[in-house]
């Protein structure tokens, strides 16, 4: 199968460019990023299999051009709320399944748009294939059991997610820009999830960091920064980046961990490299280029990752899913 990574230099992208490589059913792994100097390097260092090229996704003409004879798109663009959208549209228009890493739920008319798109061109999409979401949603599904309260209403409640995060080992410009970009508030920390400060961005995941400097400054930088318009946005998400060296967390903090909870039981997935997000995307990938019979539009995730695939990718990654 012929595979087309967007995204390839960023963080998230690096990890699924690594896994794509090392897939045997891969034939071919285009690496394609805006800085072509990047995505060259990686390539030769991975392997025989990796072509590169550059291009800037915000323009389908110009991402159509390198969508001819490819099977499946693994997405890592972002920030997802400017490129998600219309990367999935221009793939529909070229017949080529995607998988995208997403930041958030896209908005119901935006899903409906997609949907119909890949339903007319008689493929399948993924969208929220990360850590939240993406974990969060397998989770969610599959190991999330109920405790304490009857099964109907237990299954009536949206569960509660959160996405703790390490800042010195997780997350690129585009992840900590969404963040920034978030009304960002203090908030009482999830059922099941590790020893940290947690805030609420708005959304309905939320976000948490180490206690100590990182929450610190993550509060300063981003809760306070951040507000003072589109200029302070910009400013927080380039210092969140430029000190991240500074903003480690206690010994034995996970780079990052997705959890959800509902009920009084909880899930969650401790990733110790910050490799999962990028191992899913990259497997869901896989997954679409393999042309999945009777399957168009917008596939939920949890239907073509399920409990036994997740365990195993947890595994690859030397972690493992824990419920209560």
Known sequence: MKIALLGAAGFMGRVAAVELSRRPEV???ILVDYVIRDAKRMARALSPKCRWAMAD?????????????????????????????PVLLACAAMRVAAASVGEGALPAADRE????????????AVVGCGMAPGW????????????????????AQEPARFLFFSPDRFGGYAFR???????????????????GVYFTTGGDTLIGVPEGKAAKRVALLAGTIGKLGEVGKEFSAA?????????????????????????????????PKGSLGGILLA?????????????????PLPELIGR?????LAARSGTRIVSG
């Open 239 to 271: 210092m969140l980046l430029w000190l991240r060296g500074s903003m480690g967390g206690p010994p034995g903090s996970p780079a990052a961990a997705a959890g959800v909870s509902r009920g009084g039981a909880y899930a969650r997935v401790e990733d």
């Open 308 to 312: 036994e695939e997740a365990e195993e």
């Open 27 to 29: 034939g071919e792994l």
């Open 136 to 155: 969060t949603e397998l989770l969610a599904a599959h190991f999330l059991f109920p405790a304490g309260a009857p099964a109907e209403s237990v299954a």
């Open 57 to 85: 996704v915000g323009r389908p003409l110009e991402l159509s051009r390198l969508l001819e004879g490819i099977d499946a798109v693994a997405n890592a663009v972002g920030p997802c709320s400017e490129y998600e959208k």
């Open 283 to 299: 497997e869901t990938a896989v997954r679409l280029a393999s042309r999945l019979p009777k399957s168009t539009g917008l596939l």
């Open 113 to 124: 748009e997609i949907d119909a798109a890949f339903r007319a061109a008689d493929l399948p």
């Open 177 to 195: 820009r969404a963040i920034a970009k978030g009304s960002l508030r203090a908030a009482a920390s999830p059922l099941g999830a590790p020893a």
